[in-house]
């Protein structure tokens, strides 16, 4: 082995460097490094997420409902372009969200998938995020359901394409 260091590459955020080594200034919405007079950057907690270029979809393990509002790290911005005949698949990126029950045996879905019970009012199609980015966007459902005592165990079902979801948490 030579050296003590795997070798660095250069990434979208910055070029190999051996300042950019250095921890970061972070900033609330950016980790900076500063090299030479040149300032490179990458939004906060956006190193890794997961990405769809078509329908795509994930459930979150169990967690206890927040008493606060839930968020989401992502970007749903449309990458799309104007193509011969009109719009490619009506130029949205697009974040659906349902919240479900705790999971428990009995739901196992027939891809063995185990998914809890959708809680009432809260589906999928009253919660959609289109063209959007953000740290925080707000994960709210559309007529006002009732709602969901903090401390309940539940989970989210996530469905979005052309889009990199990063994070989801709670104010």
Request: contains cysteine.
């Amino acid at each position: 082995m030579k050296g003590w260091r795997r070798p660095f590459k250069d990434t979208h955020a910055a070029p190999h460097d051996i300042w950019l080594m250095a921890a970061p200034i972070t900033t609330p919405t950016q980790h900076l490094w500063i090299d030479s007079g040149n300032v490179y950057g990458i939004d906060l907690y956006r190193l890794a997420g997961l990405y769809s270029p078509g329908n795509g979809e994930f459930t979150t393990p169990t967690f206890e409902m927040p008493s606060g509002e839930l968020w989401i790290n992502a970007d749903a911005s449309w990458q799309g372009g104007n193509y011969v005949g009109g719009a490619d698949e009506g130029r949205q990126a697009y974040i659906m969200v349902a919240l479900h029950q705790e999971v428990n045996a009995s739901h196992v879905d027939d891809e063995g998938l185990a998914l809890g019970k959708q809680i009432p009012g809260y589906e999928s199609n009253n919660c959609i995020i289109t063209n959007s980015s953000g740290l925080q966007l707000p994960v709210a459902w559309k007529g006002n359901p009732k709602p969901v005592p903090a401390g309940t165990r539940v989970q989210l079902r996530i469905y979005f394409r052309d889009t990199t979801v990063y994070a989801v948490g709670s104010n």
